[in-house]
Antibody, heavy 122, light 107 residues
Framework: QVQLVQSGAEVKKPGASVKVSCKAS????????MNWVRQAPGQRLEWVGW????????RYSQKFQGRVTMTRDTSAGTAYMKLSTLRSEDTAVYYC???????????????WGQGTLVTVSS | SYELTQPPSVSVSPGQTARITCSGD??????PYWYQQKSGQAPVLVIY???KRPSGIPERFSGSSSGTMATLTVSGAQVEDEADYYC??????????FGGGTKLTVL
């Protein structure tokens, strides 16, 4: 069965970086794109960007352009999201979500990770 | 920046029909998607490409669109349908945007 297992909770200071991992199993990792979505406490969901797990192509939300980097390790079946220059407003649960499309973010995310809480506090 | 506007809350009694709206200027050209999120859980897709249901989603969930408005309908709402519902779509630049979410209460 398809599973996405994310890394554990992180506490970071303002200005630092965080890297969240998402290990996929139960399917061919390189045949699907992976999206990242975050949710601040009590707030709406927010799309961060996506990566084509096959060729590594990325597209980021304009809001996070310059601060976010998405990568993948095909041998490990793992996707990563790094967010830099953290501020308190980045405190949120970060989710990875498998896209049913390979070539682009389609909006149809059929499997989600359990979420990783990132807390930014001095 | 592009916005999708939803009512903050909708309340119905069990067995009644709940309708959740989502308005956005690009909706006439961009498909809406609908996600259900129960407390403390990851979202689940309930409607895609305006009116299609993923496998495993009950038939009581349906979607429709007219102009700049999309609507998620839950016919015969059940207590287990209580959740936050988010519409989701793209803007003209290709960025994906969620609506503000609607809390559906069934009691």
């Amino acid at each position: 069965q398809v599973q996405l297992v994310q890394s554990g909770a992180e506490v970071k200071k303002p200005g630092a970086s965080v890297k969240v991992s998402c290990k996929a199993s139960g399917y061919t990792f390189t045949n699907y794109a992976m999206n990242w979505v975050r949710q601040a406490p009590g707030q709406r969901l927010e799309w961060v960007g996506w990566i084509n797990a096959g060729n590594g192509y990325t597209r980021y939300s304009q809001k996070f352009q310059g601060r976010v980097t998405m990568t993948r390790d095909t041998s490990a079946g793992t996707a990563y999201m790094k967010l830099s220059t953290l501020r308190s407003e980045d405190t949120a649960v970060y989710y990875c979500a498998r896209d049913t499309n390979y070539y682009a973010s389609s909006g149809f995310y059929d499997y989600w990770g359990q979420g990783t809480l990132v807390t930014v506090s001095s | 920046s592009y916005e999708l506007t939803q009512p903050p809350s909708v309340s119905v009694s069990p067995g009644q029909t709940a309708r959740i709206t989502c308005s956005g200027d690009a909706l006439p050209k961009k498909y809406p998607y609908w996600y259900q999120q129960k407390s403390g859980q990851a979202p689940v897709l309930v409607i895609y490409e305006d009116n299609k249901r993923p496998s495993g989603i009950p038939e009581r969930f349906s979607g429709s669109s007219s102009g700049t408005m999309a609507t998620l309908t839950v016919s015969g709402a059940q207590v287990e349908d209580e959740a936050d519902y988010y519409c989701y779509s793209t803007d003209s630049s290709g960025d994906w945007v969620f609506g503000g979410g609607t809390k559906l209460t069934v009691l």
